[in-house]
């Protein structure tokens, strides 16, 4: 089991900046990753990082705009977005993924947080 409680979503102005976390407490994996789902939309990947955080993994639409990190004494995860736009806005959720060797596919992660808001105005 793993349990994962995210924090960090808000209302910004696009253009802004947003840091998510995620803290972890279980079982140890292959990946933490974080996915967002906008109304009406499935869930997508966003990144992806691994256990032991030396490897890191990102949808085209965010990369250069987002990074993930994590802190390992803490065993906590971050989502650092900037230059966010309104096509970002979603409900974004983190997750671990314990048995597959697959970064970014949602049905590979076992174990998800609540989901944060993330609401990006123009």
């Known amino acids: 089991q793993v349990q994962l409680v995210e924090s960090g979503g808000g209302l910004v102005q696009a253009g802004g900046s947003l840091r998510l976390s995620c803290a972890a407490s279980?079982?140890?994996?292959?990946?933490l990753g974080w996915f967002r789902q906008a109304p009406g939309k499935e869930r997508e990947f966003v990144a992806a990082i691994t256990w032991s955080g030396d490897g890191t993994y990102y949808a085209n639409s965010v990369k250069g705009r987002f990074t993930i990190s994590r802190d390992n004494a803490k065993i906590t995860m971050y989502l650092e977005m900037n230059s966010l736009k309104g096509g970002d806005t979603a409900v974004y959720y983190c997750?671990?993924?314990?048995?597959?060797?697959?970064?970014?596919?949602?049905?590979?992660?076992?174990?998800w947080g609540q989901g944060t808001q993330v609401t990006v105005s123009s």
């Open positions: 997750a671990a993924n314990l048995q597959y060797l697959d970064c970014c596919a949602a049905g590979k992660y076992d174990f």
């Open positions: 279980g079982r140890s994996g292959f990946f």
